[in-house]
Nanobody, 125 residues
Framework: QVQLVESGGGLVQAGGSLRLSCAAS????????MGWFRQAPGTEREFVAA????????NYADSVKGRFTCSRDNAKSTVYLQMNSLKPEDTAIYYC??????????????????WGQGTQVTVSS
């Protein structure tokens, strides 16, 4: 069983930055593909970013490319999402997710096995 706990959300003005963290339990964190998703009110959950087990490969949604950076520290069993140049449309609940036993950087939420409880990000205009 893997438990994921997100933190770092909050209220920020447009153009500002936030860094989300996702701490994972489990002895094999370094073998997980990790993903970030978000869900705004009235919309479906959407893919934001994914990172390989080593951190050497990343995948981003077009809407966040160049603004968001996903990284991980396997020694701390933590994955991060650095969000810069935030826009009001980035407002959502952000979730991290883990996929075991694979190396593909999936963008489909159905591919992930474990989910955190989410952290709210609100960007004011």
């Amino acid at each position: 069983q893997v438990q994921l706990v997100e933190s770092g959300g909050g209220l920020v003005q447009a153009g500002g930055s936030l860094r989300l963290s996702c701490a994972a339990s489990g002895r094999t964190f370094s073998s997980y593909v990790m993903g970030w998703f978000r869900q705004a009110p009235g919309t479906e959950r959407e893919f934001v970013a994914a990172i390989s087990w080593s951190g050497g490969r990343t995948n981003y949604a077009d809407s966040v490319k160049g603004r968001f950076t996903c990284s991980r520290d396997n020694a701390k069993s933590t994955v991060y999402l650095q969000m810069n140049s935030l826009k009001p449309e980035d407002t959502a609940i952000y979730y991290c997710a883990a996929r075991t036993g694979a190396s593909t950087l999936f963008s489909s939420q159905n591919a992930y096995d474990y989910w955190g409880q989410g952290t709210q990000v609100t960007v004011s205009s």
